[in-house]
């Protein structure tokens, strides 16, 4: 503790986060950020350790319960862009404070539902609450602090993920086994009206986003509802909702997942063709053509992969391919997470100081490495020795994230909305493509006969495919890492700020 703190004074990091709050208004925006993404992680990531007992609860199979997690993840994926668009039309301020207020009601509700029915309802009422919440965050963040500031603020909300994280991890399980899976949505409740609370004041501020610039918005719902169904049918083409084993190569999987694709694929056109041909388009493809913004969103994606290729992989091969409980699952992950809590402060800060270009390639090839290592050494460690494998990755996750969402949001200054809506949309998709892909080659790797097969037997199998699968994954984060070399970071200097707005004006681009 002493080190770090050392490390902290001279890197004068306490008087750098300092600055941010320098003001009511910075000090008011900061403490929102905080609260609603650690209310937002809360009732993500942790709630899926109640399906056992929300199935148990309701007499009902443990598939049918996991729709409470998969109809969030549905909710939230599918909206992001979305609700930034509305956030643009009505304010982001707005419609971050009723994403915190929605996300707290559905909590209540759920924590009161009488049939499982009624719970996934308000699991998807709260997914697009956190949807409203993540989106226009961003977009709160850029236009309450300068370039040169967003390092350091991206790092509160999340530090924050991290803490809600977390305490979900380590509080639920006790709830789970000693007082029931109701208290794990009514403590979500009541960090929502904490929320609410510390939110409250950012609403004063909403005025001074230009009305007139928020009636020359127009949102076309159909085409919204297009790429919502696009992006639903993709989330929901990498989920085992299919009978037998949770497999892709299974005739039942097989019959599931290549549909699912190609009717994503189709909607996808669809979409594409109605963009192309509208003159005020929902998803304005012209900026793509931003190389430096595309090139942002393509490393943020391949970031987010990798972090669900790791919580997607490690149980595998901690379980079925080392024979261990789940709970040794949790022991293994916990040190990779806890560096999300201190981490992501410095990294935001160098990243406001010296404007580095190495950041974000550094942080990929660290990724990289750590898979890599855990692919080819996990089977021959000891248990305690995989988070010492995982440590570059955790290491360049907690070190990438801060930094990156503000290069998104500053290669993009003349349309916030539109870069907050794509930084959470490649992360959502991200998220998606590193489960699937993980698990794709995985199962593609296994024999047939692995059902068959005893635990003992079948260890190898699993420890084998788990190697490949993380060896191929390893080349999609480094192909993201070359991509960031080629990076330019955009100048950070201080933007003018008009009177009358909340924020800078945006300028050019590069």
């Known amino acids: 503790m002493g080190i770090l703190s050392l490390v902290l004074d001279r890197l004068n990091i306490v008087a750098a986060f300092r600055e941010l709050a320098s003001s009511r208004q910075r000090i008011d925006t900061l403490l929102a950020l905080a609260a609603s993404q650690l209310l937002v992680q809360l009732t993500f990531l942790p709630v899926t350790l109640t399906i056992p007992s929300v199935a148990d609860y309701f007499n009902s199979d443990v598939d049918d319960a996991s729709w409470t997690v998969i109809i969030r993840l549905l909710a939230l994926g599918s909206t992001v862009f979305l609700t930034a668009r509305l956030g643009e039309k009505f304010s982001h301020v707005r419609v971050f404070f009723a994403g915190i207020c929605l996300l707290t009601l559905s909590s209540l509700l759920a924590a009161t539902a009488q049939s499982l029915y009624q719970l996934i309802l308000w699991c998807g009422v ?19 602090f300068q370039p040169n500031e967003r390092g350091r603020a991206f790092a509160v909300p999340v530090t924050g993920s991290r803490i809600g994280t977390l305490i979900g991890l380590a509080v639920f399980g006790l709830f789970l086994e000693f007082l029931g899976w109701q208290l794990v949505y009514i403590t979500a409740f009541l960090m929502g009206l904490v929320a609410i609370w510390l939110t409250y004041p950012v609403l004063k501020y909403s005025s001074l986003q230009p009305t007139e610039e928020r009636r020359k918005v127009k949102i076309n ?204 949309t490649t992360r959502q998709m991200g998220h998606t493509v590193g489960s699937t892909i993980g698990a794709t080659i995985l199962g593609l790797s296994l024999p047939v006969t692995i059902e068959f097969m005893t635990a003992a037997e079948a260890r190898p199998y699993y420890q084998e495919g788990f190697q490949v699968a993380s060896l191929a994954v390893v080349w999609i984060i480094i192909s993201g890492g070359i991509v960031a070399l080629f990076q330019k970071v955009p100048g950070i200097r201080p933007e003018p700020e008009p009177r009358g707005q909340l924020s800078p004006q945006p300028g050019g681009d590069d």
């Open 126 to 144: 709260g997914g697009m609450g956190g949807a409203l919440v993540i989106s226009n965050s961003n977009a709160l963040i850029a236009m309450v």
């Open 221 to 424: 719902y159909f085409a919204a509802l297009v790429l919502m169904a696009v992006l639903g049918t993709f989330i929901l083409s990498g989920s085992h909702l299919h009978e037998g084993a949770e497999s892709f190569t299974t005739p039942d999987a097989l019959g599931y997942h290549i549909p699912m694709h190609l009717l994503s694929l189709a909607l996808a056109a669809l979409f594409v063709v109605l963009q192309l041909r509208s003159t005020e388009p929902f998803l304005d493809f012209r900026y793509f053509k931003r190389k430096y913004f595309s090139m942002a969103l393509y490393s943020n994606t391949t970031c987010h992969l990798s972090m669900l290729t790791i919580f997607t992989l490690v149980p595998i091969v901690v379980e079925d391919g080392l024979g261990y409980s789940p709970l040794v699952v949790t022991l293994v992950l916990l040190p990779h997470q806890s560096f999300g809590l201190w981490l992501p402060a410095i990294a935001g800060y160098v990243y406001d100081r010296y404007n580095s270009r190495w950041m974000g390639p550094l942080s990929l090839f660290l990724i990289g490495t750590g898979i890599a290592l855990l692919g080819l050494f996990a089977a021959q460690v000891p248990i305690w020795g995989i988070p010492l494998l995982l440590l570059p990755a955790s290491l360049g996750t907690a070190m990438f994230i801060s930094p990156y969402n503000a290069v998104v949001m500053n290669t993009l200054p003349d349309n916030r909305s539109f870069a907050a809506g794509m930084l959470e």
